[in-house]
């Protein structure tokens, strides 16, 4: 193979993912990103880095290197700058095609397979999000380490170096470090040494030793994390039609119809059973010849995919980026290998070739753009707020017209605080037009109350913008002539006690704002409206140090309108809690009532005179 032709080999799959995927190259942040952009607030210290890049988080996730060191890094170089970020996923991405070429070539022996399998793996429509979002990094980083694990697999196997055995441990456990996901590379190594080198099945057998102490650990430290109702796991059957889901999305042509409005589905799902019937087909002739490759490659997907597969209700297409790559690696070998001797049946190649390139190319670019032009309505709502605060550093920021895309993109993961915003709310009424997610945060706790912002507005505290595409518009006047027209002030039912505006009311006994929050002495009081009904409870939030629970459980007590409310809480752990308490019949209606809450002893910090009791959030009084 000419040094041209190996340039060629990797150049083309990079120049081809670039043509496809730009839009992603552009995106900026949203969703999980401001989650992992924020990290860096809670970073003072050595312990805090170690907490930052190993303490479970997102449904119980620990990933060091994909999410926690990435974010880490690119926010201390380059603050919410995406570009850089987004360079680095696409250069991950490079080193994975190359590597998954590399594997080809050695598995099928074909140049043609090793040129057409990143082909087929980049073009994947499994590509398009995660190409997209830099939350998703942890596909493509763990890819990279896969691919690299297995390639020093083949290596150790041909050369029997011990150097490549070391650097397979290194790659597996750096795949470990990016995503659960790379727990199932021993299953890829026994199966291939079963297949290819049986005398080397017993050096992969370590390897699935690691991978059970590693689940067995992993499973001990994020046990009591809840996952929510979406990674909720199904069984049975289930699995298998979560299976049949992503081999749809993954093959090509069942997604395109949903781009365009009245396209019959039929073409998506004839296409898919020809693509189904071709992979199989020549699964089962090769595999009758004792030609395992495509078997492998068919192996590989179904294997990366398995950790998913009880996820029934969190279908999502980055999931298929390291089990595309098997597939994309059965794909080109079918190609280059039914080429020659089944010369009958080159058309029958080619238009099943094409039917996956097009349809997947079609998806993946119109997929990124989408996902991309979600992350630039995000910037523009963003940078703009943050722009509003430098012109009005002490008053409210409320932002109308933001509709329910935007907000579950750009708004409910902290992403006011990632950029270092406080004191920005939604206007009144959002919460009635945005979808509603169970287990998810609700748009009510981002939007301000209609008597609150009237009584802002009339006093010059806040300011008012309309989100629009590419800007954001002054709305300050319109919306006060609509705040007297239609709004009667009124004591709000939510309270943040960590927020500015919020300061007239509470009690004297409240500390400053620190990291928006408070803390409470033994004893502290909120003003909030009363009940409107009887299904109305009061909700608080708030965190428990740990010196309030190392000898024995924290007791709090509530009062509201000097009413004492049932049992006490009994917090036993040192964490962020959620409370909620009934409150009695004979407050509802009320205008405004005090709530109270106790604590039944304080501490002191080192160096801190105060009394410290708990570290409040939110007082309110809903459904």
């Not at 090769?286 to 997907?301: E, I, K, P, T």
Request: one cysteine or more; a positive charge.
């Amino acid at each position: 193979m000419t040094r041209r032709d190996t340039l060629a080999c990797w150049l083309v799959p990079c120049v081809l993912c670039l043509v496809i995927y730009w839009p992603g190259l552009c995106a900026w942040f949203q969703q999980d990103d401001f989650a992992w952009l924020g990290l860096s607030l809670s970073v003072h210290s050595p312990a805090g880095l170690l907490r930052a890049l190993f303490s479970p988080m997102a449904q119980g996730t620990i990933r060091p290197l994909s999410e926690r060191a990435f974010f880490l890094l690119f926010h201390a170089l380059f603050g919410v700058h995406a570009l850089p970020y987004r360079i680095w996923v696409f250069l991950t991405e490079f080193a994975g095609l190359a590597v998954l070429g590399a594997i080809a070539r050695r598995v099928t022996g074909s140049r043609l397979a090793g040129f057409l399998a990143p082909v087929f793996w980049v073009v994947n429509s499994g590509m398009a999000t995660t190409l997209a979002w830099t939350s998703a990094y942890n596909q493509v980083l763990c890819a990279l380490f896969v691919l690299l694990a297995f390639y020093c697999l083949l290596r150790h196997i041909d050369t029997d170096k011990r150097r490549w055995l070391i650097a397979e441990w290194a790659a597996f456990a750096g795949g470990l470090g990016s995503l659960e996901t790379a727990v199932m590379f021993p299953a890829l190594a026994v199966i291939y040494t079963w297949l290819f080198a049986r005398k080397r099945l017993r050096g992969a057998l370590p390897f699935v030793g690691a991978s059970g102490v590693y689940g067995l650990l992993h499973y001990l430290v994020t046990r009591h994390e809840s996952s929510g109702q979406a990674y909720a796991l199904h069984f049975g059957w289930s699995p298998l039609e979560t299976l049949w889901q992503y081999w749809q999305i993954a093959l090509g042509p069942v997604n395109v119809a949903r781009h365009f409005g009245g396209f019959p589905a039929w073409p998506g799902q004839a296409g898919t059973w020809a693509l189904t019937a071709g992979i199989l087909g020549f699964s089962v002739w090769s595999a009758r010849r004792r030609q395992w490759v495509a078997v492998f490659g068919l192996a590989w997907f179904a294997v990366m995919l398995t950790p998913v597969l009880p996820l029934r209700d969190h279908v999502s297409s980055y999931y298929l980026t390291v089990p595309a790559a098997g597939l994309a690696l059965a794909g080109a070998y079918a190609v280059a290998a039914g080429w020659r001797p089944l010369p009958g049946y080159r058309p029958l190649i080619l238009a099943l070739a094409a039917t996956y390139l097009v349809s997947s190319v079609i998806e993946g670019n119109l997929s990124s753009f989408s996902t991309a032009e979600r992350s630039w309505r995000v910037r523009t709502m963003l940078l703009g707020a943050r722009a509003a605060r430098t012109q009005f550093p002490r008053e409210a920021i409320v932002l109308a017209g933001v509709d329910s895309r935007l907000f579950w993109a750009g708004i409910f993961n902290q992403s006011f605080e990632a950029l270092g915003l406080s004191d920005v709310y939604l206007e009144p009424g959002t919460e009635d037009r945005i979808e509603h997610l169970p287990g998810w945060q609700s748009a009510s706790e981002f939007t301000i109350e209609p008597g609150e912002l009237r009584r802002l507005l009339e006093s010059g505290g806040a300011v008012v913008y309309a989100v629009e595409p590419r800007r954001l518009r002054g709305a300050t006047t319109a919306y006060l002539v609509k705040a007297r027209e239609e709004w009667q002030p009124e004591e709000p039912s939510r309270v943040d006690v960590g927020e500015a505006i919020f300061a007239r009311q509470l009690g004297p006994t409240w500390s400053w704002i620190e990291n928006g929050r408070r803390w409470m002495p033994q004893r502290a009081t909120v003003r909030l409206r009363g009940p409107r009904s009887r299904d109305e409870k009061l909700y608080v939030s708030g965190w428990c140090p740990p010196q309030q629970v190392a000898r024995r459980p924290l007791l709090l007590t509530f009062t509201a309108g000097g009413r004492k409310l049932p049992a006490p809480v009994e917090l036993r752990r040192d964490q962020w809690f959620r409370t909620d308490l009934p409150l009695p019949p004979q407050l509802i209606g009320s205008a405004g009532i005090e709530v109270a809450v106790e604590v039944d002893r304080t501490f002191r910090a080192p160096g801190d005179l105060r009394d410290l009791g708990l570290v409040f959030g939110t007082f309110e009084i809903r459904r």
